[in-house]
């Protein structure tokens, strides 16, 4: 059976993850994305799309990860792509903070921790729409 979270739908999708065309990897990171599937090799998979060359595909790849597991592993990585050095990684981690933080209790303390470390950075904007996402729903 073909069903949203699929194994065989899954398995499809992840070789399209490390395809020369960023826009392959950034379809699937989207539908890998969509299907809601958090297993370990989805979210393992995510996690390295977060270091990707092109922007586009590292921002889906944050906002999946925030909609999909809530982690310390992935709450860490959110956190880092807070300094991403695009802006739109930067917003869709925020968002995906904001996503986890709806499951896990640990996101608000880490975001605001985030802040007090980051107050100095240029990317201090990126903190504040991700603890506004947490407290703004």
């Not at 640990?106 to 240029?122: C, F, R």
Request: glycine fraction near 10%; avoid cysteine; charge should be negative.
């Amino acid at each position: 059976e073909l069903g949203a979270g699929s194994q065989v739908v899954v398995d499809g999708l992840l070789p399209s993850l490390t395809d020369e065309d960023f826009l392959v990897r950034t379809n699937a990171v989207y539908a890998l994305g969509r299907l809601g599937e958090g297993s370990q090799v989805v979210v393992d998979a995510l996690l390295l799309r977060l270091t990707d060359e092109h922007y586009n595909v590292r921002g889906l790849a944050a906002f999946a990860l925030g909609q999909l597991d809530n982690s310390s592993q992935v709450l860490d990585a959110l956190l880092q792509t807070l300094s991403d050095e695009d802006s739109h990684p930067r917003g869709r981690a925020a968002s995906g903070l904001g996503e986890l933080g709806k499951k896990s209790d640990a996101v608000l303390p880490a975001v605001i921790q985030w802040l007090e470390q980051h107050l100095d950075s240029e990317y201090i904007g990126s903190g504040i729409d991700a603890l506004w996402n947490l407290l703004v729903d």
